[in-house]
C-alpha cells in the first residue's frame, strides 16, 4: 500500500514555474513506477510523465517534453514534476500515481494516486 500527497501547485503567469511535489508512504517507494497525470475542466484525466524505479528513464507527454521534468528522491520517498515555461493550457489539477511493474501511460494501470493540487497558469 502507498499513500500519495501532492504540494506545490498554485497561481503562476504564463512563462513562469512551478515544481509539484508528490511524497510517498511506505518502504517499498523505490519499487514502484511514478507518474504524474493532469486534469483540466471538463476533460479527461492525460499523462504528463512517468519515471522508473532508479529515475534512471522518464517518459514524456509530448506537448511537456522540454519544458517539464520529472524526478525522483528514493531517500526521501518523493518524486517531482518541475514545470518551466507553463502555458494556460497546463491549468489543471495535477496527480501523482504509482504502479508496480513496468513503464505506463494509461491512468488505468496505476493502482495508487493521490489527491492533486491545482496548477493554474494566467495569461
Known amino acids: 500500500q502507498v499513500q500519495l500527497v501532492e504540494s506545490g501547485g498554485g497561481l503562476v503567469q504564463a512563462g513562469g514555474s512551478l515544481r509539484l511535489s508528490c511524497a510517498a508512504s511506505?518502504?517499498?517507494?523505490?519499487?514502484?513506477?511514478m507518474g504524474w497525470f493532469r486534469q483540466a475542466p471538463g476533460k479527461e484525466r492525460e499523462f504528463v510523465a512517468s519515471i522508473n524505479w532508479s529515475g534512471g528513464r522518464t517518459y514524456y507527454e509530448d506537448s511537456v517534453k522540454g519544458r517539464f521534468t520529472i524526478s525522483r528522491d528514493n531517500a526521501k520517498n518523493t518524486v517531482y514534476l518541475q514545470m518551466n515555461s507553463l502555458k494556460p493550457e497546463d491549468t489543471a489539477v495535477y496527480y501523482c500515481a504509482a504502479r508496480g511493474g513496468s513503464y505506463a501511460v494509461s491512468d488505468r494501470e496505476y493502482e495508487f494516486w493521490g489527491q492533486g493540487t491545482q496548477v493554474t497558469v494566467s495569461s
Open positions: 511506505g518502504r517499498t517507494f523505490s519499487s514502484y513506477v
